[in-house]
Each structure stands twice: as C-alpha cells, then as structure tokens.
C-alpha cells in the first residue's frame, strides 16, 4: 500500500500566484481530510470530505481557499491569489469512516515570497 | 481554537525511562487519538481510545482516558531514541461533529 500521496512535496511561489495542492488517499478510504500546520498555530483542519461530499469547511481560513474532491481517489487545495502567510505545510489524510484513525500524508511544504 | 492540550510542552529522558505525557480537553467527545510526528514526516497514529474505554495498550504504548477529568495519558515505556518526535493528542466534538483538533504537542527526546 503506497499510503497517502501528495504533490507537490515542496512549493515555492511569489505573492499572488495560484498553488494547487494535490492529494491521493488510501484506495478505499471513503473520508479525507485537509491540513494546515505553522508554528503559530499548530496543526488547524481546513475541511473535510466524506464520500467525496465536503462535510465541513469551516477552517477554510478565507475565499482565497478551495478544495475538490471529483472523485474517491483524488482531492486538490487551491489558494487563489496567494499571500505571505499562507506559508505552511499542508496534509492530507484519509479514513476508513469518519471516526476512526487518519493516515496522513507526507505534507507538502509551501513558502509564498 | 484547540481542544485538546498537551502537557508538558517538552520532555527530556534518557533511553530506558519512561515517558508520561497528558492530553486535556474540554467537550464531550466520541474518541481521543494520540499521533506522533517526526521532525520533517507527517503524522502517525499511535492509538484510538474510545470514550467509554478508561485504558488501551499496543506494545509499548499505554494510554489512559477519564471523561469525568476530561483528560487522557499516553505513557511510552522503556524508551528508546527512535521514539524522540512530538506526540499529539486529537479530540472530535462528540456526538455527531466528527472534525478532529489536534493539540500543541509534546516534544519528547530521548537521550542515548
């Protein structure tokens, strides 16, 4: 099992550009969840979906976010336009179930200029 | 904001020790789950404990949860330096809000 897949593992972009954040789960896996980790503000959920549906986005921080999931094996996080302080790293995890343990991703690390 | 709070923020121990690190929370909850993170990895999840479970033991890991204290205590024995990473302990809201916080985390070295 190749466990979570994200990509990019590393971005750097400039003010205002567009990130795309990708993420594969866990074949089988029905529920998958986005995060945001800083060192201010540790680890935050930003939404999650069950069955591809988004359950809950209210720790998405501002419209400047979005997320998709179009199909059980693919999710994608979009900041549009991007700023300074969107600078973290991102993880997605998947379950089997809303209530049981997450596997995580390896993360994908984001510094905005 | 978080519901969960680890305790203490940092742990230093020399390997073979024990490690005691607690996890507070506020809410009713469905489960609580500890994670552990190396520097630089994503989490990993170590244990799910069920709220009407009181202990939970895989290997070396003995967790404890008291819904009465709202509280919960991940105990590593006999350490070894591999276990050196930040432990997190993760609460849902209870009943049907099923979005997990994540406290701050307790940093643990284990000396060699």
């Known amino acids: 099992d190749a466990g979570v897949i994200q990509s990019p593992r590393h971005e750097v972009t400039e003010m205002g550009q567009e990130v795309t954040l990708r993420c594969k789960p866990i074949s089988g896996h029905n529920s998958l969840f986005w995060y945001r980790q800083t060192m201010m503000r540790g680890l935050e959920l930003l939404i999650y979906?069950?069955?591809?549906?988004?359950?809950?986005d209210s720790g998405m921080p501002e419209d400047r976010f979005s997320a998709k999931m179009p199909n059980a094996s693919f999710s994608t996080l979009k900041i549009q336009p991007s700023e300074p302080r969107d600078s973290a790293v991102y993880f997605c995890?998947?379950?089997?179930?809303?209530?049981?343990?997450?596997?995580f991703g390896p993360g994908t690390r984001l510094t905005v200029l | 904001s978080q519901q969960g709070e680890e305790d203490p923020q940092a742990l230093s121990i020399q390997e073979g020790e024990n490690a005691t690190m607690n996890c507070s929370y506020k809410?009713?909850?469905?489960?609580l789950q500890w994670y552990r993170q190396n520097s630089g990895r994503g989490l990993v999840h170590l244990i799910l404990i069920r709220s009407n479970e009181r202990e939970k033991h895989s290997g070396r890991l003995r967790v404890t949860l008291d819904t009465s204290k709202k509280s919960s205590s991940l105990l590593i024995t006999a350490s070894r330096a591999a276990d050196t990473a930040s432990y997190f302990c993760?609460?849902?809201?209870?009943?049907?809000?099923?979005?997990?916080?994540f406290g701050a985390g307790t940093t643990v070295t284990v000396r060699a």
């Open positions: 809410t009713s909850i469905n489960n």
């Open positions: 993760a609460t849902d809201g209870g009943s049907n809000d099923y979005k997990l916080s």
């Open positions: 979906f069950n069955n591809n549906v988004p359950i809950d």
């Open positions: 995890a998947s379950s089997l179930g809303l209530v049981n343990e997450q596997f």
